[in-house]
Structure formats: C-alpha cells, structure tokens
C-alpha cells in the first residue's frame, strides 16, 4: 500500500515514520526541504510539490494532510487540479467539523472521497502510537483500514474493559470509525475539550500545594486585601515532584498527563523555563459552541478554555475595569502608587 503526505512536522513526519515501519510506502511534501530529506532518509519517496505527489501515487490515490487547519482548504483546491474520481483526501488535522461537511459535499461532487481523522499522540505516536478518531462513508474507512492500523497503538498492555471482549470493533486497538463525514472530528473536538479540562484541574491543584506554604511568608496588614486569617494553617512545603510521582502510582487522578506533569517537574521544579501563555488552536472553542447548541452544560470545560485567554493577557482590561469601579465606589488605593 502506498500513501501521500503532506506535511511532515512534528506529526506527519513521525507518522509517515510509523507507517514505512508497518511496511507501508510514503511519498512525502513538505514546504520544509529539511523534513522532506528527513522522510527520504527513513525510507519514504520525496515529492517537489503537490502535483509531483500525486504523480507518483497510483489510482485509487489516498492522500493525507496533516497541516494547520487554516491551510487544508488551500491544499484542497491545489489537490483537486490533480486528482480524479476514486481518490481520497485524508484530513489528520484539528479541523472543524462543519468544515469536514462542506468539503465532503463538495469534493464528492467530483467523485472524489474525504475522510476525517482526529489524532491523538502528540510527539510520542511514534513510538507509542496514534488514537485515531474516524469520520467518512464506510466502505472508503474500510479500504484504508491497514493505514488507521499501523498508526494505531494496539491493544497492547492497557488491562481489557470488562465485557470487551465480546465487544467487537476496533476501539481496544486505538482507533474507531466514528460515523459519517466530521464524526471523527467531531470526537476529537470534545476530547481536546476535555483535555483542556484536565489539564487545568491538574495546574489549580498543583498551585494550591505550591502555595501552601503562605503562612510562612510575612506580610503586611492592608484594607484592600484580605487577610490570611490563620497562618499556621498553611505552613507546608511541599514537593511537586514527588507528590506527582506519587499520584502516578495507584491514585485515582494517574494520567498520561500526569506522567507528564511529574517528568517536567522533576526536571525543573519552578517551571521556570515557561512562560504560563496557554494557547488554544480552536477546538476547546468549538466544544462549547456545540455545548451550547445542544443545551449541554460544560461549566468545567468552559472555565478551562477562558483561564487559556486570561492567561495571554486577554483579562487584563477587565481588570482594569474593576480596579477603576473599587477606586470610584470605595475610594480604594487601585491606582499605580496608591
């Protein structure tokens, strides 16, 4: 089996890694000459442009994007002047869903398949393998089935769901076809909310045990805060890194995540080598939007996405006004020098 490739970053270079491991053959491009020559250096086909690709699949053409979101509709209209009915685009990335809809809609009228895949890995599918969320017609997932199971991390170690067994499917070996067209982004969409959910459960407990050593801090009596009202109760110095490691082992809160967690802090326990701006690439935004027009509460995942803006700055007017309504109503000393 032989695919196409475009993109060859963090993640689409290291799953064309995979897949020429699984014994299946990739022509790679990438506007990046060093990550094209990097493919070509494991084994993979290099290709000078988009239309240079598609010349060296034979048809049926399966085709994988795996480039910003912003940047798949582009390469859609520049793949279309090359491709004929009985081929089909792949798009890996974190697109949004009612994009998928519309593509299928239109690339179809031409013949030509679409398939939407979340992927889940990061820049450890490579060795761990990728969680594949699928969306297209079925008998097109089917045909690119062997792709989905090489990238997939397998059944593996993780302990079997009880009842699994008898289960069937796909979804114990790391990937699921979802349902039609913008399923498998679908998906995706509410698991990177989530992510962001977690993720920020982790930062506030973390931050409460860092901060529990205030008692022992010495500060000055002031009208304008409040103040701690018994600092013998918060004499504790805790350490990150071993209280993360420690939840690795049997708690109820261990992750993936937390692995991660427990490894930067070992590694540098202040974390000061980030800069605490959280970025957030759409996904987070579009769980909600869905949340609320399906009348779905998502109080949790809504608070994760909004502490990411306040934490580039984006509160910092609202601040502002607030400071402005305490020094207007109450006198209060929120002014530069009060």
């Known amino acids: 089996m032989r695919i196409g490739m475009i993109g060859l970053g963090r993640m689409g270079g290291n799953m064309s890694r995979r897949l020429l491991k699984a014994g299946i053959e990739v022509v790679g491009y990438s506007r990046s000459g060093k990550d094209v020559e990097a493919l070509s250096g494991f084994g993979g086909a290099a290709a000078k442009s988009p239309a240079d690709l ?118 114990e070996l790391g990937y699921l076809h979802c349902g039609p067209s913008g399923a498998g982004h679908f998906v995706k969409m509410v698991h990177n909310g989530i992510e962001y959910g977690l993720m920020a459960a982790y930062a506030e407990g973390l931050n409460i045990l860092r901060r529990a050593n205030v008692g022992t801090k010495p500060t000055e009596a002031s009208a304008e805060v409040a103040p701690l009202r018994d600092p013998e109760h918060y004499r504790y110095e805790f350490d990150l890194a071993a209280v993360s490691e420690l939840w690795r082992r049997g708690s109820v809160i261990a992750s993936w995540l937390l692995d991660l967690t427990a490894a930067a802090l070992r590694e540098q326990p202040d974390l000061s080598a980030y800069s605490g701006r959280i970025a957030d690439s759409g996904e987070g935004r579009w769980t909600l939007l869905a949340a609320i027009e399906e009348g779905a509460p998502a109080p949790v995942l809504a608070q994760a996405l909004f502490e990411r803006f306040s934490s580039r700055g984006n509160a910092e007017f609202a601040n502002k006004v607030l400071a402005a309504m305490r020094h207007r109503f109450g006198g209060h000393g929120e002014l530069p020098g009060k």
């Open 54 to 171: 598609v010349t060296k699949l034979a048809p049926p053409r399966a085709i994988w994007l795996m480039i910003p979101a912003a940047a798949v509709d582009p390469s859609i209209a520049e793949l279309t002047s090359y491709l004929h009915a009985g081929d089909v685009v792949i798009d890996g990335g974190n697109s949004y869903y009612v994009d998928d809809l519309r593509r299928a809609k239109e690339l179809g009228a031409k013949g030509i398949d679409y398939v939407d895949v979340g992927v889940s890995g990061g820049v450890w599918g490579l060795e761990r393998g990728y969680c594949q969320m699928i969306g297209g017609p079925e008998a097109v997932v089917k045909r690119l089935e062997p792709l989905f199971a090489a990238l997939a991390p397998g059944r593996g170690e993780i302990p079997r769901t009880p009842g699994a067994e008898n289960a069937g499917g796909t979804s």
